[in-house]
Structure formats: C-alpha cells, structure tokens
C-alpha cells in the first residue's frame, strides 16, 4: 500500500544522542510533524475542526519499529497514510525513510476522538470520517 504524503525535514543535532544518532523516542515526534501536516494537507485546521466543536483526539497507542538509523544533517521523508477506521478512533500509519531511500522506521498511532467536556471518547465525526476514508490508500 502506497502513502499518500510526504514531508521533508532534516534531522538537527539537539535530536542526536551521544551515539550521533536520532534518539529513538524521536520518532514519534516526527510522526507527530508529519501527522499535523497531513491533517493541514487534506484541509483540517485543528482549531476550527475540532476544539471549536469541543472535540479533540488524544494518541491511545503509539508503535515503533526501528530498521536503520538516521544521523545528524540527514533528509529524510515522514510519509503518512490512513488505516483502520473505528467508532471513536482511527489509525495512521508512518514510514520515516533518508532522503537516499533507506527505509528507517515503521510507526504507527492510534487517534481516539474525545468529547472535551467530558474528557470521554466520542464518535468521530461524518465530516472527519468522510474525510479521513476518501484519503485511504485503495
């Protein structure tokens, strides 16, 4: 399966460890990078989409899996796509990989959508899911 989008960053030296290579909790910052911009990418503004609405998500699980190192200065791609499609939750599903094609990192996180009031999960809502299902990889 295919990812539909991908942002380019460049891995900076406060992002290193002692081995000068990306710490690995990292990681999920950058899936976090490449998750805000590819909700911006298919048109969700966090404020007017959600927190205006009293909703919010939060991650309920996070997974990892390593395959090479990334070092200082390198370019790399957070390539992002949709997976499975919940109640209250859905998956996005991460590929992290250096400019020069070396596949880096597996990643995953589950989104739970909440009620802001309450603090409880909620039904995701017909706009997002709608959104969220056309952006699916076939």
Request: charged share 35%; proline share 0%; hydrophobic share 35%.
């Given at each position: 399966m295919d990812f539909p989008f991908a942002h380019r960053q460049r891995v900076r030296f406060?992002?290193?460890d002692l081995q000068g290579v990306v710490y690995y909790a990292n990681y999920l910052v950058f899936a976090e990078v490449g998750r805000v911009a590819y909700l911006r990418d298919l048109g969700i503004v966090y404020t007017r989409d959600l927190l205006d609405r009293g909703l919010d998500f939060t991650i309920g699980e996070a997974r990892?899996?390593?395959h090479a190192p990334l070092r200082f200065d390198d370019e790399y791609d957070i390539k992002v796509r949709v997976g499975e499609m919940r109640h209250s939750s859905w998956t996005f599903e991460y590929?992290?990989?250096r400019a020069d094609g070396a596949h880096c990192v597996d990643a995953s996180t589950i989104q739970v959508m909440l009620d802001r009031k309450t603090g409880r999960p909620t039904r995701i809502p017909d706009a997002l899911r709608q959104l969220l299902e056309r952006a699916k990889p076939a």
């Open positions: 406060g992002e290193t990892v899996r390593y590929a992290i990989d």
